[in-house]
C-alpha cells in the first residue's frame, strides 16, 4: 500500500467535489514535523487561488467532502490552508497485517510495463574498472526493485564488443597462440590489450594484417568471427566472477552488446540520410541538431557515419533505442552510465525520435552518475596512479572486513565468519555507493563504509540481527503470533507502524527515478526508528501478552521490510554476527 498516493487521490477526490478543476494537485506529502500530523496536503492554497476563495474555507470545504474516517484519526487546517493528517491507529494496524500475510508485504498491484536495463556494459577485453561498478550495482538494485514491483524486465548488458580495434587484438590473439601453443589464459586483460596496442604502433606489419582483419571481421569472414568470440568470451567470463562475487542478478544470456545493433547500422544511416536528416559533410554523415549548440553557437552536427564508412558509438545507440522498442516491445528503457555519456545519449535519441522509430510514449532515460573519487578528492586511482581493478577493490573489502568482524565477534564459527565477512565485505562497498545520491560525485572511503555506525552495511546488517535474535530467545510459534492482535496504543508504536507501511513509497520512488539511495535512506530510518521502539518499549519481559504479541509482530514486519529492502539493493543479510 501507498499512503501518499492513498491519501493525493481522496483529497483530490474532495477538492474536485468542492469545485477545483479536474488537473488539480492535493501535493500531500509526509510531515517533517510531528505537531503537523503524518502527512500533508499542500495543493489547496493554489487551488484555492485559481477559484479566487478563501484558502482556509476552501480547505474547510475540501475535508468536509473527504472520505478519510477509517483513514484519518483527526484532520487540521493549519497556516494559510493545509491540511495535516494524523492516521488512524486501526487503519494502520490493518494494514500491518496485511502486510505481514502477504509475500510482498503489501505493496499494490502495478500496471505491468516492459523495462530495458542498460547496465554494467564493460568492454571487451579490457578489465571491468570502478566506473563500470556504479553501473553495475545502481543498475541492478533498480532491476531487482522493477521486478519485485512485478514489471518484466530485460537486462541489456551493453558491452562494447565491436569496433576498429578488433583487428587489433584479433591479430595479436593469433600471435599469443602461435607463439604459446597452448590455449591462452589472458589472466591479465589490460596488459594483453597493451600489448596489442604496442604492437600495432610499432609494427607496420602488425598493423596492416589487423586493418585487414577488421575488414574481414565486419564482412563476417569465419575465422576471424571465431577468433573474436573468443575474446568476448574470454572476457565476458572473467565478468562473470565479478557479478557473481557482486551478488549482481546478470548472467551471461543479458549480454546484448554493441555488435547485435551493428548489422542495422547501414539501413538506419540510409534511412537517415532519405529523410534528410543526416546529410553529407566532408564525406562523412551528419545530422545537425538545433538542439545542441556548437562553440560558435551554431547546430551541433553528430557524426553518424565517418567518411572510411564506419559507424560510431551514437549510431549504434540510435539502433539500440528502435530495437528496445520495435523489437523487445518495451515501454521504457533505461541506460546506466556515467554523466559524462549525457550529451551522448540525449542527442543519440534525439535523432531516434525526429526520425520517427519511437514513439513520445516510449521512455527513454539516461540514469547517470558521477565519478568515484578518492579521499583525494581527484578521480579514484591505484597508489601509483592507475585504475584500480574490480577484483582487487573486492579482494580488499573482503580482507578489510576480515579484520573489522574478527575484532567484533567472537562467537562465529569458521563458516559463519567467512559468510560474514563476505556480506560485510561486499555489501559495504555496494552499500556505500548505492546510499548515495548517483548524479553526484562521491567519495570512495573504506574506513566509512566499514562501519557499525551511520547508514552502512553493516548497521543495516546488523540491526537485521539483532532483530533475528529477538525471535531466537521468543520463541514463539508462528500460529500464535499469526492470530495474534496489533495495537498501537504507545507513540513510538504508532510512528513504527507508519514508517513501516511507507516501504512502497521509497520503493516506487527508486523503480521511477533510479534513484536507490532513497530506499537506504528509508532503511536507515527505520531501522533507526525501531531502535527508538525497542528501547521504550519493553517486549519479551512484559507482562501482558496481548501487548508482546503485538510487538513482536512490529519487529517481524521490522525484519522482514529491512531484509527485502536489502535484497533489493543487492545487499545480502546473515542471521548473526
Ligand atoms: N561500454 C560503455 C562504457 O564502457 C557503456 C555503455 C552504456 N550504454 C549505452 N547504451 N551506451 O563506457
Not at 589472458?186 to 600495432?200: C, G, T, V
Not at 551554431?298 to 528502435?322: R, W
Not at 579482494?395 to 573489522?404: C, Q, T, V
Not at 555506525?453 to 546488517?461: F, I, K, L, S, V
Request: some cysteine.
Amino acid at each position: 500500500m501507498n499512503i501518499q498516493s492513498i491519501l493525493a487521490d481522496k483529497i483530490k477526490q474532495a477538492m474536485i467535489k468542492a469545485g477545483a478543476e479536474e488537473h488539480c494537485d492535493a501535493l500531500v506529502r509526509q510531515s517533517g514535523k510531528v505537531q503537523f500530523g503524518d502527512y500533508q496536503a499542500n495543493g489547496i492554497m493554489a487551488a484555492a487561488k485559481k477559484l479566487g476563495v478563501n484558502p482556509r474555507d476552501f480547505a474547510a470545504k475540501v475535508l468536509e467532502q473527504a472520505e478519510l474516517s477509517d483513514i484519518a484519526e483527526k484532520t487540521e487546517i493549519a497556516g494559510p490552508g493545509f491540511i495535516n493528517i494524523f492516521l488512524d491507529r486501526h487503519w494502520l494496524a490493518d494494514n500491518l497485517q496485511n502486510a505481514l500475510k502477504d509475500s510482498k508485504l503489501g505493496i499494490s498491484a502495478v500496471e505491468k510495463q516492459t523495462v530495458v536495463a542498460d547496465y554494467s556494459s564493460p568492454n571487451v577485453a579490457k578489465e571491468m574498472h570502478v566506473g563500470h561498478l556504479r553501473s553495475t550495482i545502481i543498475g541492478d538494485a533498480v532491476v531487482r526493485t522493477l521486478e519485485f514491483l512485478g514489471h518484466r524486465v530485460i537486462r541489456a548488458n551493453h558491452v562494447g564488443d565491436w569496433g576498429t580495434q578488433f583487428g587489433m587484438l584479433i591479430a595479436y590473439l593469433e600471435k599469443m597462440e602461435n607463439e604459446h601453443a597452448s590455449e591462452m589464459e589472458l589472466s591479465d586483460l589490460e596488459a594483453f590489450y597493451r600489448a596489442a596496442k604496442e604492437h600495432y604502433d610499432s609494427d607496420e606489419a602488425f598493423a596492416e594484417k589487423a586493418r585487414g582483419y577488421v575488414v574481414k571481421l565486419q564482412s563476417g569472414d569465419e575465422y576471424c568471427r571465431a577468433m573474436w568470440k573468443k575474446l568476448v568470451n574470454i572476457t565476458m567470463q572473467q565478468n562473470q566472477h565479478n557479478y557473481d562475487r557482486l551478488n549482481v542478478t546478470l548472467t551471461e544470456k543479458d549480454v546484448m552488446g554493441e555488435s547485435l545493433y551493428n548489422p542495422m547500422l547501414p539501413s538506419i544511416v540510409a534511412d537517415l540520410k532519405a529523410q534528410g536528416l543526416a546529410v553529407e559533410d566532408e564525406g562523412a554523415l551528419v545530422v545537425y541538431l538545433d538542439e545542441f549548440k556548437n562553440k560558435n553557437g551554431d547546430p551541433m552536427g553528430v557524426i553518424v557515419q565517418k567518411k572510411d564508412g564506419g559507424f560510431l558509438y551514437t549510431t549504434t545507440d540510435i539502433a539500440a533505442a528502435k530495437y528496445r522498442y520495435e523489437t523487445l516491445k518495451a515501454d521504457r528503457a533505461l541506460v546506466f552510465s556515467d554523466t559524462r555519456q549525457s550529451q551522448h545519449m540525449q542527442q543519440a535519441w534525439l535523432i531516434t525520435r525526429k526520425a520517427g522509430y519511437v514513439p513520445d510514449s516510449f521512455q527513454l532515460e539516461h540514469k547517470n552518475f558521477g565519478m568515484m573519487l578518492g579521499k583525494d578528492g581527484k578521480p579514484f586511482k591505484t597508489r601509483t596512479g592507475g585504475t584500480v581493478k574490480l577484483a582487487d577493490l573486492l579482494d580488499e573489502a573482503i580482507e578489510r572486513a576480515d579484520k573489522l568482524i574478527a575484532e567484533k565477534s567472537t562467537a562465529l564459527s569458521t563458516e559463519e565468519k567467512a559468510a560474514v565477512v563476505e556480506a560485510v565485505g561486499i555489501g559495504s562497498v555496494k552499500y556505500a555507493d548505492l546510499s548515495k545520491n548517483r548524479t553526484t560525485d562521491y567519495v570512495f572511503d573504506w574506513d566509512n563504509m566499514l562501519s557499525f555506525e551511520g547508514n552502512t552495511a553493516p548497521y543495516m546488517q546488523y540491526a537485521y540481527t539483532r532483530i533475528r535474535s529477538i525471535f531466537n530467545k521468543a520463541q514463539i510459534d508462528e500460529a500464535t503470533l499469526a492470530a495474534a492482535n496489533i495495537q498501537l496504543s504507545d507513540e513510538k508504536e504508532r510512528l513504527l507502524a507508519i514508517k513501516l507501511l511507507q516501504f512502497e513509497e521509497a520503493v516506487q520512488i527508486v523503480a521511477k527515478e533510479g534513484t536507490p539511495h532513497i530506499l537506504c535512506a528509508y532503511l536507515y530510518e527505520l531501522a533507526g526508528i525501531f531502535s527508538g521502539f525497542y528501547e521504550h518499549c519493553p517486549i519479551l519481559n512484559n507482562d501482558d501478552e496481548q501487548v508482546k504479541l503485538s510487538r513482536l509482530k512490529l519487529a517481524l514486519l521490522t525484519e522482514k521490510t529491512l531484509k527485502q529492502g536489502l535484497d533489493l539493493l543487492g545487499i545480502k543479510t546473515v542471521e548473526k554476527m
